[in-house]
């Protein structure tokens, strides 16, 4: 985010909290509106997506003191028309400090004012250059292996990340415990100071705590003031029903912790799925082979098949040839945030079993029923071979 943004969005609104609320009433409010438009809590809901991401950028500038300074001083710079005199309505009154109004760079312009090169007051100042404007958290990457029935269902897991976390020994504060960062006597805790050039007034980074507004006399001895540390924490999150295998499901907010102000980075979970010993998967389907007689195949019947959720009974009609598939509809992989019966269907493949020995008696009526069997399966293939040479050959096995 820039101070671009800042002529078009009024940060106090999105918290619903008035200009002059405490810490205390912005960091509730934030916290409020956080929980209700978590995507966790909103999957599938890009409205309430939207909503979390800017409560979140409200949140990082207002809680921030020397920042949210920030956000006062231009604003009213803006709406008493110091930047051109047109408020917040993109410098319609006119040319910024006199002078045309083309070819201006509204970024160069908040560089003059802020002294940052168009960026952050605190982008590029403090001690020895180093950078203090805020910054995202890294993205994790971590991975999971489920199996088949619990990547169906959905299931809770606990995650162990290795990366840097808030520091457990000083709770991001940065100062050792039983001490507290103290506010800084040159900015009075706002993290700016003013630079006086005449008839302007141009706000700069303090050079005493590098815009962060506190000073650190003893700093943390497991996180040197930084208030992060390298260490393995453990993170309990639920995966949605019917993830699939090598799917990356992100947990916002989850990884890193952001520098200065900045908000976290993600949690990227990569999803292995174990194979099933009866079920395969096709896309949103289920696939699944069951075997039947000859005699449920020529003259019908009803079988019981197993879905994920228990069995359902399925109806073979008769003359049913090898091969063929049936649909149950509904009752294949679940869709993210739907019902179990809302996602795809399970296709049933039958296959005729051929009894390996036979009694006398079955014997018999196989060759009873075969002499009074005048369908010829082979009439198309007999019509070719009329045409070819005769030849005896031996029966083997062949892996195909």
Request: aromatic residues 4%; proline residues 6%; hydrophobic residues 30%.
């Amino acid at each position: 985010m820039s101070q671009a943004d800042w002529l078009e969005k009024d940060y106090y609104k999105m918290l619903g909290v008035a200009s002059d609320a405490s810490a205390d009433e912005i960091r509730k409010a934030y916290r409020k509106l956080a929980r209700e438009n978590h995507p966790d809590a909103n999957p599938d809901n890009p409205k309430a997506e939207e909503r979390f991401k800017e409560v979140s950028e409200a949140n990082s500038v207002l809680s921030d003191p020397s920042k949210r300074a920030e956000y006062d001083q231009f604003r009213q710079l803006a709406a008493s028309g110091g930047l051109g005199g047109g408020g917040f309505g993109g410098f319609q009154g006119g040319a910024p400090f006199g002078g045309s109004t083309q070819n201006i760079d509204l970024n160069d312009l908040l560089g003059n004012i802020f002294g940052g090169g168009g960026g952050s007051a605190r982008a590029s100042a403090g001690r020895g250059g180093r950078p203090t404007g805020p910054r995202r958290g890294n993205d994790v990457k971590t991975g999971v292996t489920l199996s088949f029935e619990d990547a169906m269902a959905g299931v809770t897991v606990t995650l162990r990340v290795r990366g840097n976390a808030v520091c457990s020994t000083c709770s991001g504060m940065g100062a050792r415990p039983g001490t507290f960062p103290h506010r800084c006597d040159r900015c009075g805790g706002q993290g700016v100071v003013n630079d006086n050039q005449g008839l302007f007034a141009f706000s700069q980074p303090c050079p005493v705590c590098a815009g962060r507004g506190e000073v650190i006399d003893d700093p943390c001895p497991t996180c040197a003031g930084s208030g992060i540390e390298q260490r393995t924490r453990t993170v309990r999150t639920r995966l949605p029903a019917g993830v699939r295998d090598g799917q990356t499901v992100k947990l916002p907010g989850k990884g890193e912790p952001g520098m200065y102000g900045g908000q976290p980075g993600d949690l990227l979970v990569e999803v292995t799925v174990a194979e099933h010993d009866v079920f395969v998967r096709s896309g949103d389907n289920l696939k699944l082979s069951v075997p039947i007689t000859f005699a449920e195949a020529a003259l019908g019947a009803q079988i019981s098949v197993p879905t994920l959720d228990g069995s359902v009974t399925l109806k073979i009609p008769a003359g049913t040839e090898s091969g063929r598939t049936f649909r149950v509809r509904g009752r294949g992989a679940p869709k993210r945030g739907k019902g179990k019966k809302s996602g795809g269907d399970l296709l049933v493949t039958v296959t005729i079993t051929v009894p390996q020995k036979l009694t006398k008696t079955q014997k018999k009526v196989v060759e009873d029923f075969a002499a009074m069997d005048d369908s010829d399966p082979r009439a198309t293939l007999n019509a070719l071979s009329r045409n070819g040479a005769t030849a005896d050959a031996a029966s083997e096995d062949v892996d195909v």
